[in-house]
């Protein structure tokens, strides 16, 4: 027995001996640069993304209020959210499916249909096109708010039931954001409306960077129209770029919730018809001062957020 612990002591004081060499070599190898410019990454990650994720997933387990003691209450707060929590499973969960369900893919559908037809047009027009197309997704939600509560304000003052009127489509104005019809799809219009960000400027940089003799080749090869040309030919050769949108859509869509909130001017949303689930969690951590039941919404949003992104990295790598 005790020459089995000696042995088992032995191998480890060697397994470490042995990773501190091949540490020590490869600094020898002028990698010391690579830690330097490494290092300041690294430390951000870990203090703006590493360390909240586990605070929130500890806060999770936890009633706490902001101001008392945290007192552990292990899994009550999930037990709560879905036995309890009627609004959650009826409205906000659903709520925040169907919007990400519809403004991730649609929004990556639209940035590569964009992106595809700015990669046809001369490089000046491309460039004024690429920033009047990307300029939205620079704009404050704040902005947003203004410009779209504008266009479909309540009263008759309002661009959309003053066209309406003048047409005689409607005999009075339509309260549209403050409609649970409505609110939804104009969400969802308003979102992918601001949708072409970085993914988008990610695929256009991508078709630009592919070998104009790969699209020679392929027309010799037997390549017979444009359709056959970017299913063959484009996706094919911006693979990295197109999985980068796809997961940008993803988190955008399900982190996007502050637009609902702006365009009804309430938290939460009449009859929670736009209320997602970043609104939820905003309600139960900032109104009501729960933070570990707003800490629980949120780990449960960062596990539908990595399911996704890990389906469509899957989806691409299984494609190459």
Not at 7 to 18: A, R
Not at 86 to 110: D, E, H, Q, R, W
Not at 290 to 316: C, D, H, W
Request: proline share 4%; aromatic share 12%.
């Amino acid at each position: 027995m005790e020459n089995t612990f000696k042995s088992g002591l032995n191998k480890i004081k060697n397994g470490y001996f042995n990773t501190v060499d091949k540490f020590s070599m490869w600094m020898d190898k002028g990698n010391r640069t690579t830690i330097l410019f490494l290092t300041p990454y690294v430390l951000l990650f870990s203090v703006f993304i590493v360390l909240p994720i586990i605070i929130a997933i500890c806060l999770s387990f936890t009633y706490y209020n902001g101001i008392s003691k945290a007192n552990f209450v292990g899994f009550d707060n999930y037990i709560y959210i879905f036995t309890q929590d009627s609004v959650f499973m009826k409205k906000i969960l659903p709520n925040t499916l169907i919007f990400a369900i519809i403004v991730g893919p649609g929004g990556y559908l639209l940035s590569f249909v964009l992106a595809w037809i700015l990669a046809q047009v001369p490089k000046k027009l491309r460039t004024v096109l690429a920033l009047i197309i990307y300029s939205p997704s620079m704009t404050s939600g704040i902005a947003m708010a203004v410009l779209w509560k504008t266009i479909f304000s309540g009263d008759e003052q309002g661009y959309l039931n003053s066209l309406l009127l003048r047409m005689n489509m409607i005999t009075e104005p339509i309260q549209w954001l403050q409609s649970p019809e409505y609110l939804m799809p104009i969400m969802i219009i308003v979102t992918l409306w601001s949708s072409m960000g970085i993914g988008f400027l990610a695929m256009l940089s991508g078709m630009l960077g592919v070998n104009k003799e790969l699209y020679e080749a392929g027309y010799i090869d037997g390549i017979k129209n444009r359709y056959q040309e970017v299913v063959h030919i484009t996706i094919p050769s911006m693979k990295n770029q197109m999985l980068f949108g796809a997961v940008m859509s993803i988190v955008g869509a399900f982190s996007a919730g502050s637009i609902g909130v702006q365009l009804s001017g309430a938290n939460p949303t009449p009859q929670n018809a736009g209320q997602l689930l970043v609104n939820h969690i905003e309600d139960y951590g900032v109104l009501r001062k729960e933070i570990g039941m707003s800490a629980a919404y949120s780990v449960i949003l960062l596990i539908i957020v990595y399911v996704f992104s890990k389906l469509f990295t899957r989806l691409f790598r299984e494609r190459d």
